[in-house]
């Protein structure tokens, strides 16, 4: 490469500000790359953005944070400290889990408590919760060492990483409800820690094993709170990429990615401007890029990716504390495996609806006026083609209807006419409002041959100079994971031109 050449690949378009793609444009900022980022919404943050209204503050999307070492990783690879730009609260206990039979299982960080919980659902349980806890400390470790952080594409290679100990223990060839039954007898406790699947794409009967390394994340990391809820997290990352000279722009929606000869040319605005870019670094939803922006000129997509299911959420502003229940609650089927057969196989609306209730106004309570709350609802439903045909106000009024009734078997009274606000996003608005591929909330699936060296790269296979960061190609969803992304993204990125 020549050194005009070097000069003109040094300028980098992000399309799209979620976490995935700040956390790229600070890792590639750092590299010397300058750095232009695109996004089509008023703010930064992506699915992690904000609701604001009456004095009560919501987060849209995440409301769990785990991994701080992340990112406290991130601030310190740009040379800064996390705890000046963002203070973290702890929650503590961490999240409660309830079973219409009135059975309920409570996680803490607190090792003592922990046991306890464990006893009373599964007496004797307490060295297998031990064994579990080492195990998972050993997977987690080799995990994050070898298989999550690094650009390896060939299976063969990610897998070769592992010692033979390792691969053994690995459990990638277990369900991770087997890898689970290896240490507790209890169905319920087995459940809880394998409800990750809701948000993976898959039942924990079909779920690696290796994934038992996220109930062991939070319970050995806490869980954590950003002052001002998760999107404090989020404004004090792109205050970060602000000071390095990223240049952020918002309401910019790129409507097509064009490439000539199977090399990455232009970006198409939705304003119908047309701009040259030898690098793009997209944010957006890997198969939304593949099958909506480029579209035409030659490209052939893939096929596509299994996507994991949508959600409808609801977040009320309620007048007067919510007794009953902490920050985090999970409200879990009678029957998990039929819930997940229901929601992921046959794509219906499960019978008895599972579903996840966050109070983040019980942590801080600047989130909400003096002596009210915020309670944000997450329901997994189908992706929006398979609920065509459902009219979706009356498929609003009939979810509410549902989860009030479920509130109220576990005496957590919400009066309707103490909700005096609320606002709704439907499946169909979660897809259009941030590009969601078949309006899936949380990405491409973590199945056995979606995850690691089987995922979509971060580098797309058919443009050159067209890279991915985010929930749909590796590592994978969730906030601390697509931090990763963009770091390793950025790696992959220098490895090809730097
Ligand atoms: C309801 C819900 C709850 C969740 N809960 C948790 C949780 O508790 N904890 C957790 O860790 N994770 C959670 N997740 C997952 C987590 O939110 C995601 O994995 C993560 O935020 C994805 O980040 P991203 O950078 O990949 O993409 P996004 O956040 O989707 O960012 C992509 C950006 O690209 C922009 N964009 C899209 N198309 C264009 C275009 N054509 N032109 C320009 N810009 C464009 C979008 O507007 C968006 O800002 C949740 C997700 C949802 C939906």
Redesign the pocket.
């Known amino acids: 490469m020549g050194p005009g050449q070097t000069s003109n690949l040094r300028r980098v378009a992000v399309?799209?500000?979620?976490?995935?793609?700040l956390s790229a444009a600070i890792h590639l900022r750092l590299r010397g790359f300058d750095i232009t980022l695109?996004?089509?919404?008023e703010q930064?943050?992506?699915?992690?953005n904000r609701i604001s209204e009456g004095g009560f503050t919501f987060d849209?999307?995440?409301?769990?944070?785990?991994y701080p070492w992340v990112f406290e990783q991130l601030f310190a690879d740009a040379g800064k400290r996390l705890e000046d730009y963002v203070e973290l609260l702890p929650v503590e206990p961490s999240i409660r889990y309830l079973w219409p039979g009135g059975e309920s299982l409570g996680l803490t960080s607190n090792l003592i408590g922990l046991v306890r919980e464990f006893q009373r659902l599964e007496p004797g349980s307490g060295p297998g919760l031990f064994a579990f806890l080492d195990d998972a400390a050993e997977k987690y470790r080799f995990s994050f060492d070898k298989m999550v952080c690094c650009n390896v594409d060939n299976p063969l290679r990610w897998l070769g990483a592992l010692t033979p100990r390792e691969m053994l223990r690995s459990g990638i060839w277990r369900s991770l409800d087997r890898e689970l039954a290896r240490f507790f007898r209890s169905p319920l406790i087995r459940e809880a820690l394998g409800s990750y699947g809701m948000?993976l794409g898959g039942s924990p009967h079909r779920l690696p094993g290796i994934f038992s390394i996220l109930p062991y994340g939070e319970l050995a990391m806490g869980l954590w709170l950003p002052r001002g809820g998760i999107y404090g997290l989020v404004l004090g990352i792109e205050k970060l990429a602000r000071e390095m000279g990223i240049r952020i722009l918002t309401r910019?929606?790129?409507?097509r990615i064009i490439q000539r000869a199977g090399a990455i040319a232009q970006l198409e605005f939705a304003d119908g401007r047309i701009e040259d870019w030898p690098l793009v670094i997209a944010?957006?939803?890997v198969p939304?890029v593949q099958h909506r922006?480029l579209a035409g000129d030659g490209y052939r997509p893939p096929k596509p990716l299994k996507m994991t299911p949508a959600?409808m959420?609801f977040y009320w502003g309620v007048q007067g504390e919510i007794g009953g229940a902490g920050h985090h609650t999970v409200f879990m089927p009678q029957d998990s495996a039929r819930a997940y057969h229901e929601l992921i196989v046959r794509h219906r609306i499960p019978e008895v609806l599972p579903f996840y209730m966050s109070i983040a106004s019980a942590t801080d309570r600047a989130l909400a006026p003096p002596g009210a709350s915020t309670v944000m609802i997450?329901v997994p439903l189908p992706q929006p083609a398979h609920l065509q045909g459902i009219d979706e106000s009356r498929l609003k009024d009939d979810i509410r209807q549902r989860v009030l009734d479920r509130l109220g078997q576990h005496r957590i009274e919400i009066p309707r006419q103490a909700i005096v606000m609320e606002r709704i996003m439907a499946p169909a608005q979660?897809g259009e409002?941030?590009?969601?591929f078949e309006g899936s909330?949380?990405?491409a699936a973590h199945t056995l041959f979606q995850m690691g060296a089987f995922r979509y790269p971060n580098r797309e296979r058919g443009v050159r100079g067209l890279y991915y960061?985010?929930?749909?190609t590796t590592p994978g969803?969730?906030?601390?994971?697509?931090v990763l992304?963009g770091r390793m993204t950025a790696e992959r990125v220098c490895s090809d031109v730097c």
């Not at 409002?433 to 969601?436: I, S, V």
């Open positions: 399309v799209g500000a979620g976490l995935g793609g695109y996004e089509a919404g930064v943050g992506g699915r992690a849209t999307g995440p409301t769990l944070l785990n948000y910019q929606r790129i409507q944010n957006v939803d939304t922006l959600v959420t997450l979660w409002r941030f590009g969601l909330a949380f990405g960061t985010g929930a749909s969803t969730g906030l601390p994971m697509v992304s």
